[in-house]
C-alpha cells in the first residue's frame, strides 16, 4: 500500500496550506496514520495522528493550528495548516502505521512547505 503526499509549497507567514495523503488502498490497511516533518538539522516529530475510534493527537505546537482530517471514500488523510510560522518550514511526511507481528511503519516521500517571514 503506497503513500502519496502532496499540497507543499511556498507560503507567508500567517497563511494557510492543506496537505493530503491519498493511499493506493483502504486508509483502514493502517492501524493509524499521520503526519510527521523534518526540518534541516532536526529531528523527525509528529505533528498530528489519528487512530480509528479515538481522539486524533497533535505536537504540541500544532494544537489551536492544525487539523487532521480523514475521507474514507476517497482514501485520503488531509492536515489542514492554518496560521503558519516560519518554524513550521520542514519537509512534512504521511505515515501510515500497521500491525505486523509488531507495530511498522509506512512512509510517503514527503512534501516540502516552506513559510516565509
Known amino acids: 500500500v503506497q503513500l502519496q503526499a502532496s499540497g507543499g509549497g511556498l507560503v507567508q507567514a500567517g497563511g494557510s496550506l492543506r496537505l493530503s495523503c491519498a493511499v493506493s488502498?483502504?486508509?483502514?490497511?493502517?492501524?493509524?496514520m499521520g503526519w510527521y516533518r523534518q526540518a534541516p538539522g532536526k529531528l523527525r516529530e509528529l505533528v498530528a495522528s489519528?487512530?480509528?475510534?479515538?481522539?486524533?493527537n497533535y505536537g504540541d505546537f500544532a494544537k489551536g493550528r492544525f487539523t487532521i482530517s480523514r475521507d474514507a471514500t476517497v482514501n485520503t488523510v488531509d492536515l489542514q495548516m492554518n496560521s503558519l510560522k516560519p518554524e513550521d518550514t520542514a519537509v512534512y511526511y504521511c505515515?501510515?502505521?500497521?500491525?505486523?507481528?509488531?507495530?511498522?511503519?509506512?512512509w510517503g516521500q514527503g512534501t516540502m512547505v516552506t513559510v516565509s517571514s
Open positions: 489519528m487512530t480509528w475510534g479515538r481522539s486524533p
Open positions: 488502498g483502504s486508509i483502514f490497511s493502517y492501524h493509524s
Open positions: 505515515n501510515g502505521k500497521y500491525i505486523a507481528g509488531g507495530i511498522s511503519d509506512n
